[in-house]
């Protein structure tokens, strides 16, 4: 390219891919032929900025490079303590996000049929309205409840907007299509169970791993690979870690960057990680290499169980003392000093030494009714339970080496202080909770729990994050909401972990959608990116799309969701462009908008923009939404960008100018941060020297005198499951939700396991979260199509070599399993699933670094097929591993989770299949274009 030829276009995508290349620190080589302009931009003063990334949920601190009004170059901030100045691909990537060339730029409508990709320029007033008046109009004609929302992890930090939005709107349904396949099964009942938290590295943080003042002598990664997914954050504070001698195990079924370094790798068999956490707990019992005063004194394992419980609920005192009654409820345990069945108490330094529980055995329990029963310890219930999962066995079952497995096991239990990190690979088939419960029991029974370096601590939260602000959780959501409309969710009643969420049962709302029944939604808004590469059996929510009325897409870009199922487009802004507070251990990170593009605006005031048009529409908690007395402490909505940024801020107790000049900053000092948890409590003892702290969450809801024990056996499970966690009762769930681990093979495997021979997992990779980024062009030119993991004996069986491209199929693929009426069995999703007959496509890695049996491929789809003139559907159709994965058959009781690992495939050499971009020069029409700050649509 010469001088002379450069046109405006060539020398945007030149100028942006300079810019490019200093923010990925590549070696691209600089643009030496262009002509110096009158401007010289050069020598314009560059501002810096101090952000917080949202590329993935991990939110490192940035510093980004402004120079005149454009943002030139982005690198991490050292002043966040879990980065310290790193950042990954994915971070590195927002200006290419950011100037995009395909962005949304406008609020846009459908021309013509869905399924096309024609649209049209409207204003923000008339979409808006559109939507507002569709919204009112349903609510005249079937009332409220045909209200469906939803969002998404990836990229989305306003994760609880569309709750809130039903909240004031009154009833409905809301989704993500991670919640109950990732993190909310983790989320929500480790703490029931440890007493603590979640220990997920990638979402909750795992502080423990950054402190300077512990070591950690064992670390397990169980279905995590922080190398992968938070390279810069976790994965440096591992490197660290190992560094300084830490041994860590890694649980995954692929040879991961952690597992390469790891003392012992298992590569499991995807979707049998319980089998191997029973087999983990039977030798713990068998070899009595479990913490047994923790056991005896700050666990329920001595606890007896109810023998005439249908779900072997622990023994209620009241069934067994005439003093106890609903007031004074609590639990028993056999005491092996006085020989009683006595009733548990919370221990103090002037009662612990009257507390002599039995951890194991059957003991006579005399009821107050007279009636003797046989009553066994909740860890005699846990050592028949894992009884047959012997080293042998679980090997076996999980494809690993038997004594590989026992070494694990020793590392982690022959040590001063260790853990289990749980990842999202456990969430994302029917076992998840029983995964979460097994975890957090494992680190219950070695007593790490509020230990130094374990990673279930409590640590406090440097800033409240606006993620979660005051009101969004507990009672407040559900003001403008009554008991009926909250339980009459689509699939709640059924699994009430969805409410830790406040969301719905996925395939509960496709059945209502096909169905109309128990009542038809109308009107869909989403927030998010790619409904059709995340939701599993994608192509089955095809034949859903006719029956709404209205579908509402809000994201950055366009995606296969929109030209397949929108009717309008709005364009949210992308996280260079929006306001929102981080806590990273004791920094707060402020994400500041940099700039302002086009007619973008932040998700969270768009909610606020259609509360407004309902409210002057006449409805009435919408009206309520704008006035703090009504609201209480649900936050308000906002009548300007600026209204909201004062929220923002008001976490922080501060004002928006004292906060964009005073962050990022230590809420607290680095030393006061690390003493903190050890000043209050270790192990559940003393917090002042004088009283003993305990674990407060793990009790049942009716038993109201606590123990404060954590709960390896489960029994708040039971109690949720019957009961609801509401103010108010919610039905019982029809099946029993259960209180310790129990392994179930999958449907996959029993049904179509001989005809499709592999087991299929997927796991991250450094340069994607979930969805996104599948059209950066620097980052696809790194990664440009999915990878097909298969073993040697595979491949050469199949005559598949490395770099092949090949075809991939399940029983989803090939109509052999699809989505029936839940009710009556009818099939209902035949016509969608038929589009992808012909399977997907990948490149194979032929390696030794995959599980014995199994295969492992990436999510993905691919955005050029949404170019002019290309099939907008092949961009769902023809990578995307979510038409494989299964949102059919059993659900877990819990949270209704369906499989997205762990499914049975075959896979067979094929060729590239036409029109997918893979060649780096074939990605230049998505150079980024730089363009001037317009201060957005809310300006």
């Known amino acids: ?88 691909p994915k971070g590195l990537s927002g200006i290419q996000a950011l100037y995009h060339p395909n962005r949304n730029k406008y609020p846009m409508k459908r021309v013509g049929e869905r399924g096309g990709n024609e649209w049209e320029r409207i204003t923000w007033e008339e979409a808006i309205d559109t939507i507002a008046d569709a919204l009112m109009d349903m609510k005249a004609k079937t009332g409220l409840e045909g209200l469906l929302c939803s969002t998404g992890g990836g990229g989305n930090p306003q994760f609880f907007s569309p709750p809130r939005f039903r909240n004031f709107w009154g009833a409905g349904n809301v989704f993500e299509p991670g919640c109950a396949q990732c993190y909310l099964p983790r989320n929500y009942t480790m703490p029931l169970i440890n007493g603590t938290g979640d220990t997920s590295i990638a979402d909750s943080g795992c502080a423990e791993l950054y402190n300077p003042k512990v070591s950690i002598d064992t670390y397990v990664m169980w279905g995590t690979g922080p190398a992968q997914h938070a390279p810069s954050s976790a994965g440096r ?20 960057p952690d597992a390469a370094r790891a003392d012992v790798w298992l590569p499991i068999r995807p979707g049998t990680d319980v089998a191997m956490m029973l087999g983990w707990v039977r030798y713990l019992i068998e070899h009595k290499l479990y913490d047994e005063e923790f056991c005896a004194k700050w666990t329920n394992l001595p606890f007896l169980v109810d023998p005439n419980d249908p779900a072997g609920a622990l023994l209620r005192a009241s069934k067994v003392f005439d003093d106890v009654t609903a007031e004074n409820e609590g639990y028993v345990y056999f005491d092996e000093k006085t020989g009683q069945v006595t009733k548990a108490f919370a221990l103090a330094p002037d009662n612990e030494d009257s507390y002599h529980p039995a951890l194991f055995g059957s003991y006579d329990v005399t009821l107050a ?20 999962f012997t080293l042998g066995h679980v090997a076996e079952v999980c494809m690993v080496d038997a004594a590989d497995l026992e070494e694990a096991i020793k590392l982690y239990a022959e040590c001063e202080s260790g853990g289990i990190s749980l990842g999202v690979a456990t969430d994302q088939y029917p076992q998840s909770t029983q995964a979460a419960i097994g975890a957090a029991a494992l680190d219950c029974m070695m007593g790490y729990i509020d230990k130094p370096g374990s990673p279930a601590n409590n640590f406090p939260h440097s800033a409240e994050s606006t993620v979660f602000p005051t009101g969004f959780m507990g009672d407040a959501p559900y003001q403008f909401q009554t008991p009926e409309n909250v339980a009459n969710r689509l699939g709640y009643v059924e699994h009430k972990g969805l409410g830790g969420w406040m969301h719905s049962h996925i395939p509960t709302i496709l059945n209502a959608i096909l169905t109309g029944e128990p009542y038809q939604p109308h009107i869909w808004i989403e927030r998010s990116g790619n409904k059709m590469a995340m939701l599993g059996n994608s192509a089955s929510w095809v034949d859903a799309f006719p029956k709404l009325d209205l579908i509402v897409h809000m994201y950055m870009y366009p995606t296969s969701f929109s030209t397949e199922a929108a009717d309008l487009l709005l364009p949210t802004a992308e996280w260079l462009e929006t306001a929102f507070l981080q806590g990273r251990l004791y920094t707060v990170l402020l994400r500041q908008p940099v700039t302002n593009l086009f007619e973008c605006i932040d998700e969270t005031f768009i909610w606020s923009m259609l509360a407004k048009a309902l409210a002057e529409r006449g409805h009435e908690g919408m009206q309520k939404a ?46 006061e941060y690390w003493n903190a948890p050890y000043e209050q409590t270790y192990k559940g003892l003393a917090r002042d020297g004088k009283t003993y702290a305990g674990f407060g969450r793990c009790a049942a809801g009716d038993i109201k005198d606590n123990p404060l024990k954590c709960g390896p056996y489960g029994d708040t499970m039971i109690y949720i499951g019957r009961h609801g966690t509401e103010k108010f009762e919610m039905p019982p769930a029809s099946v029993e939700y259960e209180p310790m681990p129990y392994y179930r093979e999958s449907e996959d495997i029993q049904q179509y396991g001989d005809d499709y021979p592999l087991v299929l997992t997927e796991g991250r990779i450094p ?69 992808v007959k012909d399977g997907i496509f990948g490149v194979a890695r032929v390696t030794e670094g995959i599980a014995k049996g199994s295969a492992y491929m990436e999510r993905f789809w691919n955005p050029e097929f949404l170019e002019a003139g290309a099939d907008p559907r092949k961009s769902w159709t023809t990578s995307n591993m979510n038409v494989l994965t299964k949102n059919t058959g059993y659900y877990n009781p819990e949270f209704g989770t369906y499989t997205l690992r762990g499914i049975n495939v075959k896979i067979e050499k094929a060729e590239r299949p036409e029109g997918i971009w893979y060649e780096p020069t074939d990605f230049a029409p998505w150079l980024p274009q730089p363009s001037e700050n317009t201060g957005g649509g809310a300006a």
Not at 369 to 388: C, L, N, P, R, S
């Open 767 to 835: 340069h994607f979260h979930h969805g996104t980024l599948r059209n950066n062009p620097y980052i696809r030119e790194i990664y440009p199509a999915p990878e097909v993991w298969i073993s040697p004996e595979y491949a050469a069986e199949h005559g598949i070599a490395d770099g092949d491209w090949v075809n991939v199929k399940s029983p989803r693929t090939d109509g052999l399993d699809v989505f029936c009426n839940l009710d009556t069995g009818e099939e209902l999703t035949s016509e969608g699933q038929a589009l």
């Open 1 to 88: 390219m010469s001088a002379t030829n450069l046109t405006r276009r060539s020398f945007m995508k030149a100028s942006a891919l300079a810019a490019g290349a200093a923010a990925l620190g590549s070696g691209v080589a600089t643009v030496s032929n262009l002509v110096e302009s009158d401007k010289a931009y050069a020598e314009d003063e560059v501002k810096l900025v101090h952000t917080s990334c949202r590329a993935c949920i991990s939110n490192c601190g940035i510093i980004a490079h402004v120079r005149n009004g454009r943002v030139v170059k982005l690198e991490g901030d050292p002043a966040d303590p879990m980065s310290e100045g790193r950042v990954c």
């Open 237 to 256: 504070a591992v490197v660290e870690l190992r560094a300084a001698g830490t041994k860590t195990v890694v649980i995954d079924p692929r040879f991961t």
């Open 626 to 671: 704008f006035d703090p007395e009504a609201c209480g402490m649900t936050p308000t909505y906002w009548n300007t960008m600026e209204e909201y940024y004062e929220f923002v801020a008001s976490n922080a107790g501060m004002t928006w100018d004292e906060l964009v000049a005073k962050a990022p900053y230590n809420d607290v000092e680095p030393e």
């Open 369 to 388: 009714d007279g009636t003797v029963i046989k009553a066994k310890t909740a860890f005699e219930a846990y050592k028949e339970q894992a009884d047959e």
